[in-house]
């Protein structure tokens, strides 16, 4: 299908919706960001301060994912349906890339920064939403909203949770944090601990909290994608995407054990403050909405269902 605009008699745009939602496609790929446009990600968050990055993990790359499905969807559904199969082969090539950077980052002597890691395993989250967008099913579409909602929450709280640990040592670098034997936030501040291991495990997916249901309502759509779509390439992009879930897991128990954990603190050496009265009072709501999230999903998905129908028959809302 073809778009003509004229000026008179003179005939001065002629683009088809292909190449429309391409472009469109291609804008909003750099705010997501999509592998390999991600570049700009990590250098950002390691620059920025705590809120700046927790707006930009929780709100503003938010809107290139939420741009496909509102923009790029409905509107040239043509040209997406054409470029689905290139958009999830770079979603879960962003997955499997994402998940190997915090892996680097998270082994002794790299010299990994932790905002770092996390600024790039959102490179590999977003790949989870991206990937159920490109399948342009109600199944991988509601998944990729609901990823989209509970990779601001759970990524929100670990740069928070990464900010007050560099407030108390004055570092985010995983070696002068862990040191030979690890950090022992247990130990130490144990309440900061618990709630630095529950956002890791809330991160890598766990059952129950919010991360677990967008992933996994990702791979089921990319299981049976839409109409028109290669089913044995889909299968394909599921077990790389599942593959790279094994990966996430990996690094972020990697973190947690060197961390949290360790051997006992030296004699003479000055403690650590725990959680804040003013630190809990702005992390519980966080902590709270990621395990209703994971506990009762339909409150999410109740909301998104009715919209994404409309959209992938072709209306508006």
């Known amino acids: 299908m073809l778009l003509v605009v004229y000026s008179g008699d003179l005939m001065v745009l002629l683009v088809g919706w292909e190449?429309?939602?391409?472009?469109?496609?291609?804008?909003?790929?750099?705010?997501?960001?999509?592998?390999?446009l991600h570049s700009w990600l990590p250098d950002a968050h390691t620059a920025a301060p705590t809120v700046g990055s927790v707006l930009l993990a929780g709100v503003l790359l938010k809107m290139g994912t939420y741009g496909f499905v509102r923009i790029v969807l409905p509107i040239a559904p043509d040209g997406m349906r054409i470029f689905a199969p290139y958009l999830a082969a770079f979603a879960v090539a962003g997955i499997i890339y994402g998940s190997l950077a915090c892996l680097a980052l998270a082994r002794p002597g790299s010299k990994g920064d932790l905002k770092r890691l996390i600024a790039y395993s959102s490179v590999g989250h977003m790949g989870f939403v991206l990937l159920g967008i490109a399948t342009m099913t109600p199944?991988?579409?509601?998944?990729?909203?609901?990823?989209?909602?509970?990779h601001g929450l759970v990524t929100g709280l670990l740069f928070f949770l990464v900010g007050a640990l560099k407030d108390r040592y004055g570092t985010a670098d995983l070696d002068t944090l862990a040191g030979a034997t690890g950090a022992a936030?247990?130990?130490?501040?144990?309440?900061?601990?618990?709630?630095?291991?529950?956002?890791?495990?809330?991160?890598?997916?766990?059952?129950?909290l919010a991360g677990f249901w967008g992933e996994m309502?990702?791979?089921?759509?990319?299981?049976?994608p839409a109409e028109g779509l290669s089913r044995p390439a889909f299968l394909t992009f599921m077990a790389i995407g599942a593959f790279g879930t094994l990966l996430t897991a990996a690094y972020l128990l990697i973190v947690v054990r060197r961390v949290?954990?360790?051997?006992p603190r030296p004699a003479g050496e000055t403690a650590i403050a725990d959680v804040q009265g003013y630190e809990f009072a702005a992390w519980t709501p966080l902590v709270a909405l990621t395990v209703l999230a994971g506990l009762w999903p339909a409150v999410l998905l109740g909301l998104t269902d009715p919209a994404v129908q409309q959209l992938l028959a072709g209306g508006t809302r």
């Open 139 to 150: 199944t991988g579409v509601n998944g990729a909203l609901f990823a989209n909602i509970a």
């Open 19 to 36: 190449i429309m939602g391409m472009l469109l496609g291609l804008g909003l790929a750099v705010k997501t960001p999509m592998w390999p």
């Open 260 to 263: 949290c954990m360790g051997g």
């Open 217 to 224: 309502l990702a791979l089921f759509g990319a299981f049976e």
């Open 185 to 208: 936030l247990y130990g130490r501040a144990p309440r900061l601990g618990a709630l630095l291991a529950f956002a890791a495990v809330a991160s890598l997916g766990l059952p129950g």
